[in-house]
């Protein structure tokens, strides 16, 4: 029983290696968030939808992609990096860790800036849901994928 802890142990992802998917699975969400939030905008737009989708992409590719970019260095890949350490601690290996870490990740992400910047408590109406869903079913799939294609763990080649 302890040779296969160790062995599982000698086998888990570092932190370097939890930091850099983390990076990844924050591209992917932000990528597929920015196409997601552009098709509503089309979607949701009776008239000049075509132009509501090239102004939305564009907001995602030029000022969103800056503060992106410092948000993910800064805040996203450390919390990510933490919670996935946590989540090989605390819990036997699955595939669903990145999954529950995804989810992790953008619940903490979004409630914290709820707590930050919301004056006034949420309405519960669809267009909130949706808006906070969405990110945490993205963030989901993203943890899937890094899992899976990038640190391919559990039942993953060996490290060394």
């Known amino acids: 029983m302890q040779i296969h802890q160790q ?3 000698q086998t888990q992802p570092g932190v370097s290696e939890l930091f850099f998917a983390s990076l990844v699975a924050s591209a992917l969400v ?3 968030g920015a ?3 552009s098709g509503i905008s089309f979607l949701g737009t009776r008239t000049g939808g075509f132009f509501a989708v090239l102004q939305s992409l564009a907001m995602f590719a030029s000022v969103g992609l800056i503060a992106a970019t410092m948000l993910v260095f800064l805040v996203v890949a450390p919390l990510g990096t933490a919670l996935g350490l946590a989540m090989l601690k605390i819990s ?3 595939w669903w ?3 529950i870490t995804g989810a992790l990740v953008a619940l903490s992400l979004e409630a914290s800036v709820l707590a930050l910047f919301a004056s006034e408590p949420l309405q519960p109406e ?3 849901a949706a808006t906070l869903a969405i990110p945490v079913a993205l963030a989901m799939v993203a943890g899937a994928i ?3 294609r990038l640190l391919r763990w559990p039942a993953g080649r060996p490290r060394g």
């Open 92 to 94: 036997p290996p699955g």
């Open 30 to 32: 932000y990528v597929a």
């Open 146 to 148: 890094v899992q899976q």
């Open 126 to 128: 669809w267009g909130n």
């Open 97 to 99: 860790q990145g999954p």
């Open 35 to 37: 196409l997601v939030f």
């Open 7 to 9: 062995q599982a142990a």
